[in-house]
Antibody, heavy 121, light 107 residues
Framework: EVKLLESGGGLVQPGGSLRLSCAAS????????MTWARQAPGKGLEWVAT????????DYADSVKGRFSISRDNSKNTLFLQMNSLRAEDTAIYFC??????????????WGQGTLVAVSS | DIQMTQSPSTLSASVGDRVAVTCRAS??????LAWYQQKPGKAPKLLIY???SLASGVPSRFSGSESGTEFTLTISSLQPDDFATYYC?????????FGQGTKVEIK
């Protein structure tokens, strides 16, 4: 059974930093592209960033480019999202998700339960 | 970036109704389209991928179709468990985008 467990969320001041983690199990982690998506309170889903299985390729939404960095540790089956220069509009639940196929462009077939990031002074 | 225009934003229906939700892409996305169901406080759940392929374990009352750049999620007979918010996702472009969501409410 695929399991994805996010952690690292919390309250941070504008301009601050936070590092999210997503612990994965139940599948061959290194084989799958992984993604972070987010959902602001009462709003829809927004794609944030995606990283290849090897970690050699990453894509970012324009809204986070230059501020956020996605990475992974395949030896520990863990996905990360380093978030810098945080803004109030980054307040959201952050989900990690697994690609459904062994290819770069694919749907997300499994999601974690999410971790809440609140940016406020 | 590819825009996904989802409609309606809210849909009121009764148990047993046939309902349809539509997503229109701003350009061709082939069949790189998925549908998700989300309930309050929960993670999204995959329903359909590649526009019309049913995800594992999803009831057959859910189906997906495409016509050019217009994609439709149909629930053939709405069940109590189906009242939720539905999102489409295009993954044709490296900049993946979701539709705005459709909330299916009890009439």
């Amino acid at each position: 059974e695929v399991k994805l467990l996010e952690s690292g969320g919390g309250l941070v001041q504008p301009g601050g930093s936070l590092r999210l983690s997503c612990a994965a199990s139940g599948f061959t982690f290194t084989s799958y592209t992984m993604t972070w998506a987010r959902q602001a309170p009462g709003k829809g889903l927004e794609w944030v960033a995606t990283i290849s299985g090897s970690g050699g390729r990453a894509d970012y939404a324009d809204s986070v480019k230059g501020r956020f960095s996605i990475s992974r540790d395949n030896s520990k089956n863990t996905l990360f999202l380093q978030m810098n220069s945080l803004r109030a509009e980054d307040t959201a639940i952050y989900f990690c998700a697994k690609n459904g196929l062994l290819q770069w462009l694919a749907h997300f077939d499994s999601w974690g339960q999410g971790t809440l990031v609140a940016v406020s002074s | 970036d590819i825009q996904m225009t989802q409609s309606p934003s809210t849909l009121s229906a009764s148990v047993g109704d046939r309902v349809a939700v539509t997503c229109r892409a701003s350009q061709s996305i082939s069949n790189y389209l998925a549908w998700y169901q989300q309930k309050p406080g929960k993670a999204p759940k995959l329903l359909i991928y590649k526009a019309s392929s049913l995800a594992s374990g999803v009831p057959s009352r859910f189906s997906g179709s495409e016509s050019g750049t217009e994609f439709t999620l149909t629930i053939s007979s709405l069940q109590p468990d189906d009242f939720a918010t539905y999102y489409c996702l295009q993954y044709y472009s490296y900049s993946r985008t979701f539709g705005q969501g459709t909330k299916v409410e009890i009439k």
